[in-house]
Structure formats: structure tokens, C-alpha cells
């Protein structure tokens, strides 16, 4: 069986919370992704009424077992998301990203909406001390629930010129490559990053992308294929 070494705790070997009875491979949760799993903030058990919140946001598939849904609350005069609640059928990371998600999002008050547009998958990530590998697009589906949200509030207030179509976000801002091309790549057969690159040219002259494309890869190879 792999072993966990927990660098931040001088190289001690750390117990794997998931062990894999086919493979036996393994991997270990952060005491932050545990706290957040076992304790989650802002989740809903049952859904709103329409008139408590302002916006919703749903993505996933109920026949994969990844929809995750997200309701806000929003200050129209100061474009200010001020609550985020929460649903979902997930695992403990897509549990915990999007726990910490909201809390993000409503620790100091509340969060405009420009600057909540600006959080990536890595932010989420690293406020939970990191995930195991094969969990990180659990953090890009808390994401995306949170961007179709806003998408949901810029439709309703009018604000047509702010709405981001699915799969419009530039990855690599050098050769234009947006998300719906690495799906695009994914579904093509290219599963790794080099893979990927032949098909694209992502990162390859803006290296500092290749986490966020790595994290899309990933999540596209298990939305489409389950690996």
C-alpha cells in the first residue's frame, strides 16, 4: 500500500483516509478538508424558498453523482454577494471545497462580485492545505456552480454584457485557449497534459496556466469518462 508523507509535518508518514481495494492506492484528506467535510458551513439541507435568495446556480450530473447547487444572496447597489448557501450529492473534497468556498466568499462581510469572479480552483484548494490529486476537480465544480450563479444574477438584472458563457474562460490568455478546448482536447482523446498541449499549445509559453489546465483535464476525463 503507498504511504502519505505529510511535508508540512517534518516527513511523517500520514494514515490514507481512502484506500483503493483494487489498485491499492491511497491517498490522506488535510485536517481543514476533514473539519469542512465533517463540519460544513453555509449547507442547506433542504431547498430555499425563491424569495430568499437572488440567484441559483446548478451544475453536475444526478447520474454521476456530482450536482452541486448554490444559492446567493446579493447587495444589487454595492455588487456584493452578502450569503452563499449550498447543496450538493458529492464526496468529502467537493464537500469541503465548497464550504470553504463560502466562507470565502462571506467571511468579511461579503465579497463584490468582480473580485469573487477572480477565484480559481487553486484558491479554494490551498485554503484546504491541498487535496488528494484525483479530487481537485471537485474544487472546479464548486467553481462553476458559484459562475453559473452569477450568470443566473447578470441574466436577471440585465447585465448581459457580464454573463460568461459556458466553457468562454481563457486558460491561456497567449494562444486564446479557453476551457471548452481542453474539453474539447479531452474528448478528442487527449488525457494528459502533454496530450493536451499537442492539441492546444496550452502553457507552453504561459507555463503559469498548467495547474488550472491539469485540474481541467482531470475534470473533464471524469465528467466524460470516468477516469
Known amino acids: 500500500m503507498k504511504k502519505n508523507i505529510d511535508k508540512k509535518n517534518n516527513g ?3 494514515s490514507p483516509d481512502v484506500v483503493n481495494s483494487h489498485t491499492g492506492g491511497s491517498w490522506a484528506y488535510t485536517e481543514k478538508v476533514k473539519s469542512h467535510f465533517f463540519n460544513p458551513q453555509n449547507i442547506l439541507l433542504v431547498d430555499p424558498e425563491k424569495e430568499t435568495y437572488d440567484a441559483e446556480g446548478i ?7 456530482d450536482v452541486m447547487r448554490v444559492w446567493l444572496k446579493i ?12 447543496k450538493t450529492f458529492g464526496c468529502a473534497s467537493a464537500i469541503a471545497a465548497t464550504s470553504i468556498l463560502s466562507v470565502m466568499i462571506t467571511e468579511k462581510g461579503g465579497m463584490k462580485i468582480d473580485r469573487a469572479l477572480k477565484i480559481k480552483p487553486g484558491d479554494i484548494v490551498r485554503r484546504l492545505d491541498g487535496v488528494p ?16 450563479a452569477l450568470n443566473a444574477w447578470f441574466k436577471k438584472t440585465g447585465q448581459f454584457e457580464r454573463v460568461s458563457a459556458e466553457g468562454s474562460k481563457i486558460i491561456d490568455p497567449y494562444v486564446k485557449v479557453t476551457e471548452a478546448d481542453i474539453e ?13 498541449q499537442e492539441k492546444t499549445k496550452v502553457g507552453i509559453g504561459y507555463p503559469e496556466c498548467i495547474p488550472a489546465t491539469e485540474e481541467l483535464i482531470r475534470f473533464y476525463c471524469e465528467k466524460h469518462f470516468g477516469k
Not at 76 to 82: E, S, V
Open 184 to 196: 474539447k482536447a479531452v474528448l478528442g482523446g487527449a488525457f494528459t497534459l502533454k496530450q493536451v
Open 12 to 14: 511523517k508518514v500520514s
Open 75 to 86: 447587495d444589487q447597489a454595492k455588487d456584493k454577494i452578502i450569503d452563499f448557501k449550498w
Open 59 to 65: 451544475v453536475g450530473s444526478p447520474a454521476c453523482g
Open 133 to 148: 490529486d484525483r479530487k481537485i476537480h471537485c474544487s472546479v465544480l464548486s467553481d462553476k456552480a458559484l459562475r453559473a
